[in-house]
């Protein structure tokens, strides 16, 4: 069965700091792997991954995705209370449609 | 441009009762698709559309059904209400391989009572 599985679940760090998301996942036909943010509602798209090693950046956001490991990490630097959001990973799978299993999400909270 | 637009945003069912779930999207995708989320929980696919007229089965598709007669709409229907069907429903489009991922519909927050 595909499992996508993020860690830690929850978080609670001060504003300034940094912070980083794992993601895993198992699998079968695996294309992408995606990052998405949700705030109060729809989750927003951040990244799309496809090859092994290569960082995508945004601003403070960055993502790098390791094929031999099977995993992904999400950073983000110098944190500000509106990053507080749920953090979904996502791995599309498949021929065809874009079809995407999510993990459970790491919810990340920023204390100012 | 609106984008992905979802009907109703908030709805309360009796058990066993039906309704159906509005998505429209006027970017042209040709990939439509509906999610359930759970508290606490990732989305799981519940049906996808790969274009006008073509229809399929995602994660969780038992006690729904879709159609998807046109290149904008794709209405998700619930027959016979039950309350594990509780859940934020999200409608998604996307532009075959999107390299920008989905386009995610605001939500519809369903409680079956």
């Known amino acids: 069965e595909d499992k996508v599985v993020q860690s830690p679940l929850s978080l609670v760090v001060h504003e300034g700091d940094t912070v980083t998301l794992n993601c895993s996942y198992e699998?079968?036909?695996?294309?992408?792997l995606l990052w998405y943010k949700q705030e109060k509602k729809a989750p927003t798209f951040l990244f799309m991954l496809?090859?092994?090693?290569i960082e995508k950046k945004s601003g403070r956001l960055s993502s790098i995705l390791d094929k031999k490991e099977l995993s992904s990490i999400l950073n983000i630097t110098a944190t500000q209370t509106g990053d507080s959001a749920i953090y979904l990973c996502?791995?599309?799978?498949?021929?065809?449609?874009?079809?995407?299993?999510f993990g459970q999400g790491t919810r990340l909270t920023i204390n100012p | 441009n609106a984008g992905v637009t979802q009907t109703p945003k908030f709805r309360i069912l009796k058990i066993g009762q039906s309704m159906t779930l509005q998505c429209t999207q006027d970017?042209?995708?040709?990939?439509m698709y509906w999610y359930r989320q759970d508290p606490g929980m990732g989305l799981k696919l519940i049906y996808y559309s790969v274009g006008a007229g073509i229809t399929d089965k995602g994660e969780v598709p038992n006690g729904y059904n879709v159609s998807r007669s046109t290149t904008e709409d794709f209405p998700l229907r619930l027959e016979l209400a039950a309350p594990s069907q509780t859940s934020v429903y999200f409608c998604?489009?996307?532009?075959?391989?999107?390299?920008?991922?989905?386009?995610f519909g605001s939500g519809t927050r369903l409680t079956v009572v």
């Open positions: 970017m042209n995708h040709n990939y």
């Open positions: 996502a791995v599309e799978k498949g021929v065809g449609a874009q079809k995407l299993v």
């Open positions: 998604a489009s996307s532009k075959d391989r999107g390299r920008d991922g989905y386009t």
């Open positions: 496809t090859s092994s090693g």
């Open positions: 699998v079968t036909n695996f294309r992408s």
